[in-house]
T-cell receptor, first 110, second 113 residues
Framework: GQQLNQSPQSMFIQEGEDVSMNCTSS?????WLWYKQDPGEGPVLLIA?????ELTSNGRLTAQFGITRKDSFLNISASIPSDVGIYFC??????????FGGGTRLMVKP | SAVISQKPSRDICQRGTSLTIQCQVD?????MFWYRQQPGQSLTLIAT?????????ESGFVIDKFPISRPNLTFSTLTVSNMSPEDSSIYLC??????????FGEGSRLTVL
């Protein structure tokens, strides 16, 4: 099946720093979704991307749908302690199948 | 967004028993899914819950082990049958809009002793 490579697997940063994570695939996707999961909770949808090249922001979060349709990145600016969690990308193909990346565990040092 | 409620939120079960997880979604959701998230792992799709018919299972998941019901548009159940410690996971109910956005419930954390 399709695979999504998400990197980095984990990040330990200082409060105030910017964060960048990305997902790549050998296959084309029609939709990219980015989620955040807090401990003991279900994943919460942060940003949805529908067109190649699309750049979308949600507060301090910015995500882009890669022009090749095989990748996407998520940036977080000026990180704060509550940004701690696991971030997942997910890509949907033409067959409507959704594939999740392995997750990026973000830790923020105050 | 969508409002998705799951229960129980957590449970501790004995080996060999079965547990049914319930999921209630709001009326805007068109499709419902069940995912498993093993400790420290990503999400794996178990099946798509189809209204009024048998669920569509992914490779590696079978109806005898994970029977699913969806009697109407807004409600579904997942049963984890004849549980073993390997079934200890978070089980997540997902609901999707026509836009393709997928939303999740809070998850049901299952521990099998």
């Amino acid at each position: 099946g399709q695979q999504l490579n998400q990197s980095p697997q984990s990040m330990f940063i200082q409060e105030g720093e910017d964060v960048s994570m990305n997902c790549t695939s050998s296959s084309i996707f029609n939709t990219w979704l980015w989620y955040k999961q807090d401990p003991g909770e279900g994943p919460v949808l942060l940003i949805a991307l529908y067109k190649a090249g699309e750049l979308t922001s949600n507060g301090r979060l910015t995500a882009q749908f890669g022009i090749t349709r095989k990748d996407s990145f998520l940036n977080i600016s000026a990180s704060i302690p509550s940004d701690v969690g696991i971030y997942f990308c997910a890509g949907r193909n033409a067959g409507n199948m959704l594939t999740f990346g392995g997750g990026t565990r973000l830790m923020v040092k105050p | 967004s969508a409002v998705i409620s799951q229960k129980p939120s957590r449970d501790i079960c004995q080996r060999g028993t079965s547990l049914t997880i319930q999921c209630q979604v709001d009326s805007q959701v068109t499709m419902m899914f069940w995912y498993r998230q093993q400790p420290g792992q990503s999400l794996t799709l178990i099946a798509t819950a189809n209204q009024g018919s048998e669920a569509t299972y992914e490779s590696g998941f079978v109806i005898d082990k994970f029977p699913i019901s969806r009697p109407n548009l807004t409600f579904s159940t997942l049963t984890v049958s004849n549980m073993s410690p390997e079934d200890s996971s978070i089980y997540l109910c997902g609901g999707a809009h026509n836009t393709g956005e997928l939303f999740f419930g809070e998850g049901s954390r299952l521990t099998v002793l």
